[in-house]
């Protein structure tokens, strides 16, 4: 029988699909209330390869989209396993690979885990965005970031809704009035 992941601390998780501020409105929210602030992302990146890949796209490309799956549950257990409380931003899809939701599921069951909370925008606005400014964003289907965003919506938000204990309409926020409620959020289920 596996050992059971070592938890610790309290961390603010935000989920979502690429493009809706995960990580914009997720450090704002740290910084605010003086938390150390987590992007799963370079987490993931930096326990994948350490400094042999610059972006996501980098380390997607060289492991493949299982290993850095991988990759990013294993990075998900380390942080969740830091003692100091903290937001933590997921990668767009980490809700969505079942091992990774397995971790999350776990933390939220030890009280480590405060939400998740789900950046929710519609399809149509995180590909607005995601035309803006893709970044180093890999594409999940060979098309545009912007392009595949409403598939990769038709196939995650339901995952997002069933595990989220939040929901915060983000579409016609400033990346500012996010940070203000996850802020509130943070001290509703927190009880700080």
Known sequence: MAKPPEFAGRHLVLMGLRASGKTSAGELAAERLGLRFTDLDDL???DLGGSSYKTVGDAWEAVGERGFR???TDALQHALAVRRHGVLALGGGTAAFPEARRVLTQGI???VVLGPVYLHAPPAALAERLRREVGDRPSITGEHPADEIAGLYDQRDAVYRA???RIVEVEHL???RVADRLV???HE???D
């Open 174 to 176: 400033t990346t500012d």
């Open 109 to 111: 069951e030890a009280g």
């Open 184 to 186: 509130e959020l943070w």
């Open 70 to 72: 991988a990759g990013e």
């Open 189 to 191: 289920l927190s009880g």
């Open 44 to 46: 993931t990146i930096s």
């Open 163 to 165: 595990l989220a204990d």
